[in-house]
């Protein structure tokens, strides 16, 4: 399966894509499964700050029922129809993303930010650059309103956060978010099985959850093959690993 020419473009000027019932519903529920059975042995409270920057169910991040809702399924398919075919590394895990309901009134609404940015609770190393290339959300549970753990992004930032990046340096990403004009965000709905892929220049977040339920997702951090050697270039050049977007992003 490819994404077609009308996606594409959508994706190539809102930086995101939101693609309805792509995992099928029995690959759903046993992701869901497994992660249940680790919540029912029991989380440590005092690493639930790591649990919610990095993931939680740790022990479940790379069994084949969280890594299969990518590599088995159209997500694979759609997001090598960008990057080009043969350019997608293979994913070995992905996030045990929960959003669970607050009862903060009003609830805390946080602010946008891009990944592989250093806090003293995700793991990533301080003074490095640890970008990727795209972003795929996947639902494991329905999301059929707002303030419910949404995942939540800034359309079109991908575009001045590039000119920031060319006017200022890639390790401008050192020192924080780029100050730039935000747009409204958007906080995405759907049903379990839908996915929303979205380029890493994208601002994003996961939006607090007021509703009575709890907010499923398996996050993947996907990359182009040649990543690792032009992390930094890919900031100020931001369609350089996506073969598949030529038609909107010519070399």
């Excluded at 640890?130 to 419910?148: G, H, P």
């Amino acid at each position: 399966m490819k994404l077609s020419y009308a996606q594409k473009k959508q994706f190539f000027e809102e930086g995101y894509i939101v693609l309805p019932g792509v995992v099928p519903q029995v690959a759903v529920k046993e992701a869901r499964k497994a992660i249940n059975a680790s919540l029912g042995l029991g989380m440590d409270a005092e690493q639930m700050t790591k649990f919610r920057a990095q993931s939680y169910c740790p022990e479940v991040q790379r069994s084949e029922c969280i890594t299969n809702l990518v590599m088995k399924t159209p997500v694979w398919d759609y997001a090598e129809s960008m990057l080009g075919e043969g350019n997608l590394l293979p994913t070995t895990g992905g996030q045990i993303a929960l959003r669970f309901p607050t009862m903060a009134d009003p609830p805390p609404v946080p602010g946008p930010h891009l990944d592989g940015m250093y806090t003293p609770t995700n793991g990533v190393e301080k003074g490095k650059i640890t970008n990727f290339t795209l972003l795929a959300v996947v639902l494991l549970s329905d999301v059929t309103e707002t303030f419910a753990g949404n995942f939540t992004v800034w359309p079109r930032t991908h575009n001045p956060y590039q000119q920031y990046f060319r006017e200022h340096g890639p390790e401008a990403i050192l020192e924080g978010m780029p100050k730039i004009d935000m747009p409204e965000p958007v906080q995405i709905q759907g049903k379990a099985g839908d996915v929303c892929l979205t380029h890493y220049q994208i601002a994003h977040t996961a939006m607090c959850n007021a509703s009575d339920n709890i907010r499923y997702a398996a996050i993947f951090r996907l990359y182009h093959k040649d990543h690792s050697s032009q992390m930094a270039e890919v900031l100020t050049d931001m369609w350089k690993e996506w073969d598949g977007m030529r038609d909107f992003a010519p070399r």
